[in-house]
């Protein structure tokens, strides 16, 4: 007995939904490195279509049936391409693409010299409609030192480990080693996932000597991402994770033009 394809269905509500699809998808990716030439790692991937009034339902199977095509391929240099086979066979005007994944950059502690690996947490997020739209995000771990703690104080001053993050669309190729270097330069101080006691004394007075308000920071990278011209649009955003608080210090700016898919 043939059963009923009810997700093909024509739904008579008269309601287009922007975006319908898979999320928390947890799947191998291959990534740029500037060190390495590539990186394999694990992406969350979220992928979207939009579902016109007359549908009942998407096809979810489909979405896992277009991804696996790229399973052996470079899926973040051919995402224009995975997007456009997405909208396809979708049979969407539009499709969206987020990718969540850690990348590591092996870092050199400051005295000691030694080299263990730090992660970062970066992101993809695309569009095609009209056209293909892309954003380049990193959530970059720094240390932030209070400017108003250092001067009221006698002795020390309070400081607390903060996260910039950095979306950006582009004009030219960025690595995203750039990225995450333009906000580790506007820190208090970088982090590190292994010092030794020399180590520890160096970013200790390096933060103290570099003081930095949440907006300093935001201020700073602005500037920089203002100047590079490979950079179309931004948004920079930190928080502090405040110590002698019970609450986090935000600032955020974003260029008048910054597009981004909400998620």
Same mark, same amino acid.
């Given at each position: ?36 030439i590539n990186q394999q790692t ?50 969407? +005007?539009?499709?969206?693409?987020? /990718?969540?994944?850690?990348?590591? #950059?092996?870092?050199?502690? %400051?005295? *000691? &010299?030694?080299? !263990? ?12 409609? +009209?056209?293909?739209?892309?954003? /380049?995000?990193?959530?970059?771990? #720094?240390?932030?030192?209070? %400017?108003? *703690? &250092?001067?009221? !104080? ?10 910039v993050n950095i979306q950006v ?16 330069? *506007? ?77």
């Open positions: 007995m043939i059963k009923t394809d009810v997700q093909s269905e024509r739904d008579t509500r008269e309601i287009t939904i922007d975006r319908v699809g898979v999320k928390n998808i947890r799947y191998p990716i291959v990534v740029e490195d500037r060190r390495n694990v992406a969350d991937i979220a992928l979207y279509v939009d579902l016109q009034e007359h549908e009942r339902g998407t096809h979810m199977s489909r979405f896992l049936e277009v991804l696996n095509k790229y399973h052996k391929e470079d899926i973040i240099s051919n995402l224009e391409q995975f997007m456009a086979d997405l909208r396809k066979r979708m049979g969407s +005007e539009t499709a969206f693409a987020i /990718i969540d994944f850690p990348y590591f #950059i092996e870092k050199e502690a %400051p005295v *000691s &010299k030694i080299k !263990s690996l730090l992660s970062y947490q970066c992101h993809f997020q695309a569009s095609l409609k +009209e056209e293909y739209r892309l954003v /380049i995000g990193v959530k970059v771990p #720094i240390t932030t030192l209070c %400017p108003c *703690s &250092k001067e009221i !104080s006698d002795n020390g001053a309070h400081s607390q480990r903060s996260y669309t582009l004009g030219e190729f960025v690595w995203l080693e750039e990225l995450i270097e333009m906000v580790e330069a *506007s820190a208090s101080c970088e982090i590190y996932s292994l010092l030794k006691r020399p180590d520890e004394k160096y970013v200790t007075e390096r933060a103290y000597a570099n003081p930095r308000f949440a907006e300093d920071i935001v201020r700073e990278i602005t500037l920089k991402l203002r100047q590079d011209r490979r950079i179309a649009s931004f948004k920079v955003e930190t928080e502090n994770l405040e110590s002698i608080h019970d609450h986090n210090a935000y600032a955020g700016v974003w260029s008048n033009n910054f597009w981004e898919i909400k998620y």
